[in-house]
Every structure is written in C-alpha cells, then in structure tokens.
C-alpha cells in the first residue's frame, strides 16, 4: 500500500485485527495486526498527524477505536485493553456518523492526545536529564522494584540505574535501565537499542529502555530479536500512562454531568 488509507478503510481491519489476537488486544498488538493486514508502507508510518505529536496511523487508530466503542462493538478496561463487546450487535453498526457524534470523537481523541503531550512536554522542557533519572526511580518503585539506583556516572556504557523487579514476591529479576530525554517527535533507533544491549553484557540479562520519545519499528524489533537479551521498551505515550495509573504528577477531575428526568417533572401534571 503506497498511499496512506483513509479512515474508513481502518474499521473492519480493527476488528479484524481484535479477532485475531484471541478477541483482545493493546495498543500496539491491534496497530501491528493492522499494519500487516493493510501492508501499510514505513512511509505511510512515518507521516505526522497535524497539530501534533502522533503519526497520522496513530491518530486515526485512536478515532476508529473510540468509533467503534461509541457504536458499543468495542470495551476499553482501565489497563487500555481492547476487546469486542459482549453485546455487540454488527447488524445496527452505523459507519455513516452525524457530524454531532464526529464531533464528540474528535474531541475525547484530542483530549487523550492533549495530555500526554502536555505531561512530555513538562518532563522535557523542565526537567534535567538528572532530575528524569530520578523520576523513573520513583515510577519504577512505585510498581515494585526494589534496590533502584540510578547510576548518573557518564562512560557507563548508557547505563542510567539498576534494581529488582520481583513477581508475585517470589520471582526476581535484576534489570538495568536506560533513559533517553528527548521530544515527543524523536525516534530512538535501532542502533541505540544495539548500543545499550552491549553495555548489558556480562551485568544483566534483562534490561528496559525508557524515552520521552518513540521507536522505529527497527528498533522495536530489535529489542526482541532471536538469539539476543530482550529489551523492554517503554516511549512517551506509555510512560505519560504509567505516571496517569500511578498518580504521579496528575491529577484526575472528573466532571459532573446533571442529567434532567422529564418523567419526574411530568409526574406533578397526574396528580391534579
């Protein structure tokens, strides 16, 4: 495919892609199920979404998705898990929106978007590369790691810090991290994950790249490839998610809504 699809291409794919992966999926499992159904071209992947951050691929698989749910086909769970409606009904899928209801998806997308990027833009323009550090140390304890040291020594190979993380308090495993400061709009490599990998050997078997950023497809699939330690990613949108779940530097409002009941103000008419 040399051109990028249109919105509406996207719906059946997306369900398709959901199908496929067992009736659920994150994110990333139904992009890249998508991605391979439509053999949509690294040029079309790379093409950024106007007015912000996204690329256009991404932006428009959060509309579908948020289509999709308001037409009750799809559930979203509170960890961003994705899977088809136990009531959903095929038969009454309406794809032809009123501008009223396009409206109102465009809005909840762009309010998911506007946040993440306000919260990047923070950690990238007011914090230090020390003071980044430091936070991935308290988002990293706060989900369970022990012993987390962030290292701050330059010719450490790109080493940044170093802990525990234990399953279940049974299982532990010793994890190296590395953490990369950088705009929203950067990429991190493939190279970068190779040069990270190397400063792994002979300390850990397990390591996690954190960034403010994004990664190539290259670089995503060279943090698992065959026959190499894998290396756990974690870009922007993730990290804006993890501190939004563990209530580091967010906060929630939720808004009232006041619904009026007709039927109780008519009621006052039946008893004269």
Known sequence: MTEFPKREFFFKPVLQAIHELGGSGTNDEINDKVIAILKISEESLAVIHKNTNQTEFEYQMAWVRTMLKSQGLLENSQRGVWSISSSADFTLVNLALDKKLESQINQEVNEEENWKEKVIDVITEHLSPAAFERLI????????????????????????????????????????????????????GSKDIRDFRGAMVGRTDKGLFITTASFTRDAIAEATRDGAPTIDLMDGEKLAEKLKELNLGLKIQLKETVKVDEDWFKNFEKNH
């Open 137 to 188: 140390q308290r988002l990293l304890r706060e989900k369970g790691f022990t012993q987390v040291e962030v290292t701050g020594r330059s010719g450490d190979g790109g080493i940044d810090g170093r802990g525990i993380a234990r399953i279940n308090g049974i299982l532990s495993f010793h994890v190296i991290f590395q953490c990369k400061r950088y705009k929203s709009t950067s990429k991190v």
